[in-house]
């Protein structure tokens, strides 16, 4: 399967704990993205990457979340001293461009305690 | 005003029905448009880029009009397996970037 993959498919934590999420994009997509989604909502823009770079980031991206993307392959997102606040589901998107269509992992799904 | 509104739903149709949704854009910059369906607790999924002219994939039709700033989802003789949650995507230029923005979705019920 060469789509999008994201680890681990779910979490538990408690408040407080740190957690990090893995993403695999498709292998020539340049753009990669973070979103997260609440129930009854679309999906919101944390940030994204061209390459390596991280070209912008959403107000809703506290200074408790950093993403990577260090060799502009795969990416991670951590979110430190975690919050309920921050229960969602969290979506990696590649594409190869920002206009055109972006592929969805099967997303990661944070639960805090 | 957010920059992508859709009618939230639910939309429960019989099985055959015809079924259009709409989604308005705020920004008349916008330059790319997609339909993105989301099954529950699963990820979006692209059902179809809209394009100026128009354009059609099955029983599926996309419009664009730019005037209006709007986009529609024509679904024509409705299956079961159609009952999701329909995600308008606007594509924003921004410098040298496009931002992508998605509504809230429209969901879909159909009935047998």
């Known amino acids: 399967d060469t789509g999008v993959s994201q680890d681990p498919r779910h979490k538990i934590t408690k408040r407080g704990q740190n957690v990090t999420f893995r993403c695999d994009p498709i292998s020539e997509h340049n753009r990669l993205y973070w979103y997260r989604q609440t129930l009854g909502q679309g999906p919101e823009f944390l940030t994204y990457?061209?390459?390596?770079?991280?070209?912008?980031k959403s107000r809703l991206l506290s200074d408790r979340f950093s993403a990577e993307r260090p060799k502009g392959s795969f990416s991670t997102l951590e979110i430190q001293r975690t919050e309920q606040g921050d229960s969602a589901m969290y979506l990696c998107a590649s594409s190869p461009s920002g206009n055109q269509p972006q592929h969805f992992g099967d997303g990661t799904r944070l639960s805090i305690l | 005003r957010k920059e992508v509104e859709q009618d939230p739903g639910p939309f429960n149709v019989p099985e055959g029905a015809t079924v259009a949704f709409n989604c308005t854009y705020s920004n008349s910059a916008s330059q790319s448009f997609f339909w993105y369906r989301q099954d529950c607790r699963k990820e979006p999924k692209l059902l179809m880029s809209?394009?100026?002219s128009g354009n059609e994939d099955g029983r599926f039709t996309a419009q664009l009009n730019r005037a209006s700033q709007y986009i529609s989802l024509l679904i024509r003789d409705s299956k079961l397996s159609d009952s999701a949650t329909y995600l308008c995507v606007v594509g924003v230029p921004q410098s040298s970037a496009s931002k992508i923005i998605f509504g809230s979705g429209t969901r879909l019920s159909i009935r047998p």
């Open positions: 809209v394009y100026s």
């Open positions: 990457f061209q390459n390596e770079a991280q070209l912008e």
